[in-house]
């Protein structure tokens, strides 16, 4: 009786399942936990949030310091600058469609993130993030100054 009612192929050879696989618990294929930690907001929802007053200056710097932030570059290294401006400003985006929305398709871009915005940034110049979006942001040189020492107190204490 082995064997018996299961399923025969052309040449008339029985054909055998295996076996079902059994999942391990806390193994591969395990289930999400019920109630999964939240995931940081993303930086174009901090910028949402800081401009209409929902996020506090210090909650907004540990966001930006941990995302990804797209930047236009030249053909020579390092961020493009727009002087036009009362204080020298460099233009970046929270993500790649806000960088296409003012700079097109084709231009060329790095991404860093926020943390290495304030360590790169050269002395004397602001950012500005999403420049052509709904909530930009304007960050002078003196914002950027306090943002470096928002970093190094909480680095060093």
């Known amino acids: 009786m082995y064997g018996y009612g ?12 295996p076996p079902p696989q059994q ?9 999400p936990p019920l109630y999964p930690e939240p995931s940081p907001p993303s930086l174009a929802d901090a910028v949402r949030a800081f401009t209409t007053g929902q996020l506090a200056a210090e ?8 995302s990804k932030v797209y ?3 030249g053909d020579n290294p390092g961020f493009l600058a727009l002087h036009n401006t009362q204080q020298p400003v460099i233009p970046m985006f929270t993500s ?14 790095f991404v ?17 993030l999403d420049m052509e979006g709904e909530h ?13 020492e928002f970093a190094m107190r909480r680095m060093y204490g």
């Open 59 to 66: 909650d907004f710097q540990q966001v930006f310091a941990t």
């Open 96 to 109: 790649l469609k806000e960088l296409r929305r003012y700079a097109g398709k084709e231009s060329k871009y």
């Open 71 to 73: 930047c236009p570059r």
């Open 23 to 31: 999942q391990m618990p806390g193994g591969y294929g395990q289930q």
């Open 6 to 17: 299961q399923p025969m192929d052309g040449a008339g050879q029985q054909q055998y399942a």
């Open 136 to 148: 930009r942001m304007v960050f002078d040189a003196k914002a950027v100054e306090q943002m470096v």
């Open 112 to 128: 860093i993130t926020g943390s290495e915005v304030i360590d790169l940034l050269p002395t004397g110049y602001g950012f500005v």
